[in-house]
């Protein structure tokens, strides 16, 4: 049998406020909680265990103290009624609870009861993501807002949502907002005048759909930290996204892209990024974050070979797979590297994002990829026959690699290795680990007209430049940075995949600072 009591600690002569405190009874002993709530002793009616006697309802300020009293009394018996039976009471295990639950109790009112927007902004400032991700919830942010305002104006009254405001309905037309929004900003233009906005552009329904999904993330994570019952997404449905046929650079257009040489050192470099994206297949965020002295060399105990790799954990995947991801540096991979070392701490310079894909855009078509590419548009549902060049991004290096290699005949693990996909099979993806040869062979598969010749040997602070006997004779000249011109067919060209040569190496080092 358990009980519990509310006093205060002073004698009722001291006029100072004191701390209201609990006392649970069970099975002979007692156990103690001094709660935040002070009083004046003067005004303690011991009897009732509450604050103003006779007034201690009818008077509003004794009413919300008195509450406060009688919700952390139901509180502590309703920790006693719901422990487990393994847990061991004592004073500290009962002040734990019951401070946790009023924290708990204080955050679902702060984030179900506060303006959406304004979490969301919280959400925003706090909660970690990639700075692509970012972005995306800044929009979203922006146009909740609007879409509010939006709101007010079809109901003829000020509406703020809150996380309880929000439902199916509300999705639905929020949804419809994102769509029509280009239609919305020229016809409700006084929504938009205190607003940075000038202009909206047709969005897809994949955007869209992205738009929702992120939004839903962060209801879900608000659900999660009030453990409320209430779920704004409950039944709602997000249709998946409808993606085309990826555009992919088949292999003879990436040579190509190789062959093509220019004065512009903006699409000299433009180029290089690209044919160096997929010598490797990283993510571009990944890339992105590649340093030179990153590298690592392995030497094969068989052989005596040496191959530079570079191993790191993909961002995206990290959280859900810890799957780690290693990338040998093929012949092209390593010539680029050289070629940019001591202009950056990356592998090589980077572009911003936004500036990059335009570049890449002007790079294609200089270099003749015009091929037609038939495409359905996502925002008007047309089917439509654009240039290859047109369609240009960054994420067209990871994807051509992936492509080439399952047309190659590659195995799909061995794929997923480089690429950093995450395997369908559990076990083959927490126990399956290829040879870093096996994958050498594979990322120079690519390229194969590419000779491997330079090892970067960073602990030593070393390039080894290496020469192929009764091979391949190349000029002592031989710059890995100038363009040769080779009049190879691709038969040819694949015979100098250098894991078919059988090398005798004859090491010249040469030291990084020097390069």
Known sequence: MSKIYTYIRTKSTKKEEVFVRFRLYFKGKFY???????????????????????????????????????????????????????????????????ENELSRRRLKNDLTLTPLVSNLKNYIDNHKMSTGRRKSYNIIYTTFMTFEKYYSTKKSRKTIFTYNKVDNEILDMYFDFLKNEHLIYLEFSEIYKDSEIKKVNLRSDNCVKEYLKKFRCFIKDIQKKTRSSYYPFEGYRIKLPIYDKPVVLRQEELKTLYDFETNDEILELVKDNFLLHTAMGPRIGDFKKLKFKDILLETNAENGKQINYLEFYPQKTWDSSGKQVCIPLSGLATNIILK????????????????????????????GLNRMVTRRNTKTHETERIELFNLA??????????????????????????????SKSEVKSRYLDFELKT????????????????????NNNQVIQLSENNQVSLDKKYNPFNHVKRNLNMEQKVSLNPMSLDYDYELKFIPLRSV
Do not use: M
């Open 439 to 458: 994958k050498f062979n594979c990322v120079n598969d690519i390229f194969p007209w590419v000779e491997y010749n330079v090892i970067f040997d960073i």
């Open 340 to 367: 940019y070392k001591g202009k950056s701490d990356y592998l090589i310079p980077h572009y911003s994002d936004q500036y990059y894909n335009k570049k890449l855009k002007e790079l294609f078509e200089k270099a």
């Open 393 to 422: 991004t960054s994420h067209i290096s990871r994807r051509s690699l992936i492509s080439i290699l399952h047309n190659k005949g590659y195995e799909e693990e061995l794929v997923n290795e480089l690429s950093g996909h995450v």
């Open 32 to 98: 103690y909680y001094t709660s935040s709530i002070r009083v004046k002793p003067l005004l303690w009616d011991s009897t009732n265990c509450l604050v103003g006697f006779r007034n201690h309802f009818t008077d509003p300020l004794f009413r919300e103290v008195n509450n406060q009293i009688l919700n952390i009394h139901d509180l502590i018996q309703e920790i006693f009624d719901n422990r487990s039976d393994y847990e061991i009471i004592s004073s500290e295990w009962l002040t734990n609870n019951v």
